[in-house]
């Protein structure tokens, strides 16, 4: 019989966090499942919550919203799912009704008790197990030819980096520079690889991430804002134009000096970071220079696509994972992600060990 407690990571406020008992969750309404957590992360969201960086998350609260799970209860509403089904899950649950989920903008659903697992709306999944509210909208069954660590980022920062391509509309033969070259960063250069454009540029003061990103493949060149005049090096290699695109996943106001003033006359930024702070735009410079700005969240309707590229071979994220341990360690794992020790890319968290 499954105890009636589990292991989870309770955020209590800002600086206050750390490995709690707390209640299995249970079926609350017809569409729940309810799923045993098989693989998570530790994202660079959480970091910002633990740090007091996003003021308006309740607690406590369980955090965690990168997963894969296997479904071990439905409610009696689940049509798409079975106990035993492996599914990589969306960060984002939505109700599909709300005049936001309508549009597409699920992040901002508006009904109660839905919205970014272990954010702003039900409980993460650094935790033993999860509960999913309409669990058919945004669970997406894992493909037997692929594992949960294959396909773990499609539900976050692989969509997200996606989704900058797609904004920022990456064209063949065009220069892309990548602004920030984190998780969400090396994400859209790996995606947008996939458009061929002539130069992808990564820009980092990291260097553990510049390197994952000329080694893999990602990037043409790295650029470190502490040694090279990013902005002057792209327009001596653009013919003094600038960047066709420039994507921002850094969220801070130096990356975003970097990703508005290195791309040209007519060019796009896009951005897909969060910012803890407001960022001011040089508007009074930029008049007449007819640049597209596009910022928003990653629509969870692309996992299926990326899972295809990623049996396909297209996509291959598995560089991300330099760190893996159980959620005993999850702790450790806060100190070495967050504080960017040990060349760390990603930390993995697998299930609790007795």
Same mark, same amino acid.
């Given at each position: 019989?499954? *105890? ?11 600086? !206050? ?56 209860? &439905? ?9 035993? +089904?492996?599914?990589?899950? *969306? ?98 250069? /790996? ?8 130069? &992808?540029?990564?820009? +980092? ?10 080694? /893999? @493949? ?23 134009? @600038? ?11 130096? /990356? ?10 007519? @060019? !796009? ?10 960022? /001011?735009?040089?508007?009074? !410079? *930029? ?12 629509? &969870? +309707? ?5 899972? !295809? ?46």
């Amino acid at each position: 019989m499954m *105890s009636a407690y589990m292991k989870a990571m309770v955020y209590h406020g800002p600086g !206050k966090y750390g490995l709690n008992d707390v209640p299995v969750p249970k079926i609350l309404e017809p569409g729940d499942a309810i799923g045993k957590v098989i693989l998570s992360t530790i994202s660079g969201s959480d970091i910002h919550i633990v740090k007091g960086g996003i003021p308006e998350v309740r607690y406590p609260l369980i955090l965690g919203h990168e997963f894969c799970v296997e479904i071990i209860e &439905i409610g009696p509403a689940v049509r798409n799912l079975k106990v035993g +089904d492996r599914v990589a899950v *969306s960060c984002i649950t939505f109700c599909g009704e709300c005049s936001n989920c309508r549009q597409g903008i699920y992040a901002r659903c508006k009904t109660k008790g839905y919205g970014s697992f272990g954010i702003f709306g039900p409980e993460g999944c650094q935790a033993e197990f999860v509960r999913m509210p309409k669990a058919d909208n945004y669970c997406y069954k894992i493909p037997e030819s692929l594992t949960p660590q294959d396909v773990l980022f499609c539900g976050d920062v692989l969509s997200a980096g996606y989704f900058g391509v797609e904004m920022a509309d990456v064209q063949p033969g065009e220069t892309v520079v990548v602004v920030g070259a984190g998780p969400v960063g090396l994400c859209a250069m /790996t995606t947008a690889r996939l458009r061929n454009p002539s130069k &992808i540029i990564a820009v +980092d003061t990291i260097p553990c991430r510049l390197n994952a990103a000329l080694k /893999t @493949g990602a990037a043409d060149l790295a650029l470190n804002p502490a040694a090279d005049d990013v902005v002057e090096i792209i327009r001596e290699l653009t013919d003094g134009l @600038g960047a066709d695109k420039t994507i921002e996943c850094a969220g801070l106001q130096p /990356t975003f000096d970097i990703a508005f003033n290195a791309v040209r006359c007519g @060019g !796009k930024i896009s951005i897909v970071s969060i910012y803890e702070r407001p960022v /001011t735009v040089p508007l009074n !410079k *930029s008049w007449a220079a007819n640049i597209s700005l596009s910022w928003g969240f990653a629509p &969870i +309707d692309r996992i299926p696509v990326l899972m !295809k590229l990623i049996e396909k071979g297209k996509i291959d994220t598995n560089f991300l994972c330099t760190h893996k341990a159980p959620l005993n360690e999850i702790m450790r794992g806060y100190d070495i992600f967050g504080n960017k020790k040990e060349n760390c890319l990603k930390w993995l968290v697998t299930p609790w060990e007795t």
